[in-house]
């Protein structure tokens, strides 16, 4: 006899993480758990392949990228496919994430001689005895702990980093979509079959724990805000270096001169794309008085036809409907408006699309993460009120502009860590930026130079070239030695400017 199981709940018997489809209850595969020892293995075995890895060099290892690249390029729809079978996502927008994904590979590969090869570094006047050279090591062994709501393109964005520096990588999926995560991996096997330089291990909460704890050189988390402090706590003990990529609560601002058609078609994209279950995505939006009346009529009419079941998928985690519900009821409970769903908007597995008006900034809907197909529009005066409620809370991810004139300033006084203007979570998709928060939003990068550089040690080489005109690092200095060293630095920095 089968056991009841609630769908998109992860499930284990037999020592084996059964993953289930959060609308239909659907079987979407299992794979084994591991225990502290499988994952200290995991790592053991890592470490091995590393040195192997690391041994290719960037052309060795861009080729073995770009061939895996391919893989996931020609199986495309079949992982759009997985995404709708394990996460209940559009097979559409399961499609476009997996596209982004593959650009991330095709970037951290064409890109990581050009960012983290040996260089010569120009020396200064007080050394010039001794030529500079810079070189960016790989950590070794990398774990990442990746999330659900995008268990593709969101670990991948920490993957391919990693492996373009030539590190080997543990990783250890959401336990809501274990399966996703091991099609990863055995796609990365087929086009590099030699060592087990990518390897996935599966379970609940404490097999991140042991992750942290095996020994790892290095942690890149995605997920809330409150485990990322207990990742963060959990690598202290080693002093691990960790990247955190947490929540946020992203605030779009749409200025008197925006366009108000694409502002709002934005808005309900970043809002209720994925369900919302987006950590970069627009949970707020400030516009000014002379345009809110006709932008929230705008997104009313837009988000009025997306369709539960269709364009909005099912929300993942059956917790998160509870604390959607809370946040709609606390919001109209306060005196706000339900211009678009409201109180009846959660119907388990879904909700629909909801838009609130003249919600109190000190509302939960307002303040914390929803993780829901909601979006809250606040009238202000003009810009600098919006930045100023757009800034007033801990979080600092993502966010977006819409305007003209102004645009630009306004997004670079946006307290995060990344601003589209005239779009909305553009910048996710651009390989080129780095991409991470400020605040409760975690710290680190991971997409971009910045990036790549995340997953290497920077190692300085200083080779002498000649004698020291002042030897100054001796102790077989002279009065007359130590006299000429103090007349070069007042020479050199004494001036006002």
């Not at 199986?75 to 596209?99: C, F, Q, S």
């Not at 095709?106 to 890109?111: H, Q, V």
């Not at 917790?319 to 109209?332: G, N």
């Amino acid at each position: 006899m089968t056991a009841t199981r609630t769908p998109g709940l992860p499930a284990i018997e037999n020592g084996l993480l059964i993953s289930t489809n959060p609308a239909s209850g659907a079987e979407a595969g299992r794979v084994p758990v591991a225990d502290e020892a499988a994952v200290a293995e995991a790592v053991t075995v890592a470490r091995q392949a590393a040195a192997w890895w690391a041994g290719l060099g960037f052309d060795g290892r861009k080729a073995r990228l770009l061939r895996w690249r391919a893989v996931l390029a020609d199986r495309i729809e079949e992982l759009g496919e997985l995404a709708l079978l394990e996460g209940g996502k559009p097979v559409t927008d399961g499609v476009v994430e997996a596209a982004a994904a593959i650009e991330h590979i095709d970037w951290a590969a064409r890109n990581a001689r050009r960012v983290l090869g040996p260089r010569r570094v120009r020396s200064r006047a007080m050394v010039l005895e001794h030529s500079g050279h810079l070189e960016y090591q790989p950590y070794g062994v990398v774990g990442v702990i990746g999330p659900w709501n995008y268990p593709i393109l969101t670990p991948i964005g920490s993957i391919s980093g990693a492996l373009a520096a030539g590190n080997a990588v543990v990783f250890k999926p959401s336990e809501y979509t274990p399966i996703v995560g091991q099609w990863l991996v055995d796609t990365f096997a087929e086009a590099v079959p030699e060592h087990q330089v990518f390897q996935a291990v599966h379970g609940l909460g404490e097999v991140g724990g042991a992750l942290c704890r095996a020994g790892v050189d290095k942690i890149a988390f995605t997920g809330s805000t409150a485990t990322g402090k207990k990742v963060m706590a959990a690598c202290a003990e080693t002093l691990t270096p960790v990247i955190i990529e947490a929540g946020g609560k992203d605030a779009m601002i749409v200025d008197a001169d925006a366009d108000v058609a694409a502002a709002a078609e934005a808005a309900v994209w970043g809002g209720m794309t994925n369900a919302g279950q987006t950590c970069i995505g627009i949970e707020r939006v400030y516009a000014v008085a002379p345009v809110y009346d006709a932008f929230v009529a705008a997104v009313v009419d837009k988000a009025g036809k997306l369709r539960t079941g269709e364009e909005i998928g099912p929300i993942t985690m059956p917790k998160q409907l509870d604390i959607i519900k809370r946040h709609i009821d606390d919001a109209l409970d306060r005196g706000g408006e339900a211009v678009l769903g409201g109180r009846d908007s959660v119907q388990a597995p879904y909700v629909a699309p909801t838009v609130l008006v003249d919600v109190p900034e000190e509302s939960s809907a307002v303040r914390e993460e929803t993780f829901g197909p909601t979006l809250t529009i606040t009238k202000v005066a003009d810009a600098d009120e919006a930045v100023t409620k757009a800034n007033a809370l801990p979080y600092g991810l993502g966010g977006a502009v819409f305007g003209k004139a102004n645009a630009i300033r306004i997004a670079r006084r946006m307290r995060s860590g990344m601003v589209a203007v005239n779009s909305a979570l553009a910048f996710v998709g651009n390989a080129n930026l780095p991409f991470g928060g400020v605040g409760d939003s975690g710290f680190g990068r991971i997409h971009g130079d910045d990036g790549l550089r995340e997953f290497a040690r920077s190692k300085s080489v200083s080779v002498r070239r000649g004698p020291s005109l002042i030897p100054a690092m001796t102790f077989e200095r002279t009065p007359a030695q130590v006299r000429r060293l103090i007349k070069t630095v007042k020479m050199l920095y004494a001036r006002k400017r």
